[in-house]
């Protein structure tokens, strides 16, 4: 007899098979085949599921490098102060400043041209030279031991008037520096410089602090990184444009400013390379994980998604005899039935 494949088992259960050994074997057949067809596939497979979660850590490592250089990049570019071995000399000059009566007194007169919030003008210069003179006649330390250490923005927002020609102590972190050379004035300074720096109180306000006589150790550039320790006479509330083009203000002091070594950009620079080994380290580990997991998925998914084995002898025997070889030895009952009664009253006894 020619070998008949399991797909008959599905075709026997549309006959109209009276046996009911018949169907019970097609339906135990039928039942089987269906719930592998109702299996619904699920969105992802393992594989699949695998090799996605590994590109998208993947792509996330390779961004964080890229960020990482980007950073290191742009603190290469800002200049890295440098600290002097010679101790840095002090320029100082011989003349009248504030403790001196008098000079309060002019100063005062001077004052009442200053505006505020408003750029520099040429009738504030005379106060701004005046203030500057005062710095050039003392010593860092000097400033320092009488200035006022509780001064904050607010202060100077809130009452410029009250608050203009004091001297003002501040720690600075400083974010871009300049030089220019100035006017014939009245202290007759040469170069001037300037720096724009935040407080911890001020956040993300600046302060502009303008001094002439400059630190070796302090770098000149638009984008620096350095701590500094300022004194100096607060002249007036400074206007600018920001990147934005919005219109800002700042405090503008005139004194002495002295550089602190920035301990956490040095800290940063020595380990900013470790980043790049945690970053690739942590690549290396995550594929490794990747595929052995895959791997060891993979096979016990394999074992369990085993293909059932068809018996062909179990189906060719029932084709053949019409008997189900785990009941020729069980069934009791007359076989075949002599007509459509009988078959019918021994399916009315399973019941």
């Known amino acids: 007899m020619p070998a008949r494949t399991p797909h008959l088992t599905l075709l026997v259960r549309e006959t109209s098979c009276r046996d009911w050994s018949c ?16 299996a619904v596939p699920p969105l992802f497979s393992r594989r699949d599921l695998f090799r996605l979660v590994s ?25 890295l102060a440098t600290k002097s071995e010679e101790a840095f000399v002090e320029t100082l000059v011989t003349g009248p400043n504030d403790t001196q009566a008098f000079q309060e007194t002019e100063a005062a007169a001077q004052f009442e041209a200053v505006s505020d919030k408003t750029p520099l003008a040429a009738e504030e210069m005379s106060a701004y030279w005046r203030l500057m003179r005062w710095s050039m006649t003392q010593t860092f330390d000097e400033l320092w031991e009488r200035a006022h250490k509780d001064r904050y923005l607010t202060h100077l927002a809130q009452a410029p008037e009250k608050h203009r020609g004091e001297l003002i102590a501040l720690k600075l972190s400083l974010r871009r520096s300049a030089s220019f050379e100035a006017p014939k004035n009245s202290a007759g300074a040469k170069t001037v410089y300037e720096a724009w720096g935040v407080t911890d109180e001020s956040r993300g306000n600046f302060y502009c602090l303008v001094f002439y006589d400059k630190p070796p150790e302090l770098p000149i550039h638009p984008d620096v990184h350095e701590e500094a320790q300022f004194v100096g006479y607060f002249h007036k509330l400074l206007s600018y444009q920001d990147p934005m083009d919005k219109t800002r203000w700042a405090p503008l002091l005139i004194g002495r400013i002295r550089w602190r070594e920035n301990a956490a950009r040095v800290a940063l620079v020595q380990t900013r390379h470790v980043w790049s080994y945690w970053l690739w380290g942590s690549l290396a ?67």
Request: charged content about 30%; aromatic content about 6%; overall charge negative.
């Open 285 to 351: 580990v995550t594929v490794m994980v990747a595929v052995w997991t895959n791997r060891y998925v993979e096979r016990g998914r394999a074992l369990l998604t085993r293909p059932q084995e068809v018996d062909h002898a179990s189906i060719e025997h029932w084709l053949d005899t019409g008997l189900v070889e785990d009941e020729t030895h069980t069934n009791d009952a007359v076989w075949p039935p002599e007509d459509d009664s009988q078959m019918d009253s021994e399916d009315a006894s399973k019941t």
């Open 55 to 79: 590109m998208v850590t993947l792509l996330t490592l390779i961004g964080m490098t890229i960020y990482q250089t980007r950073q290191e990049k742009r603190e290469d570019d800002a200049p």
């Open 23 to 38: 169907r019970t074997f097609c339906d135990r057949q039928f039942s089987m085949a269906s719930r592998h067809q109702a």
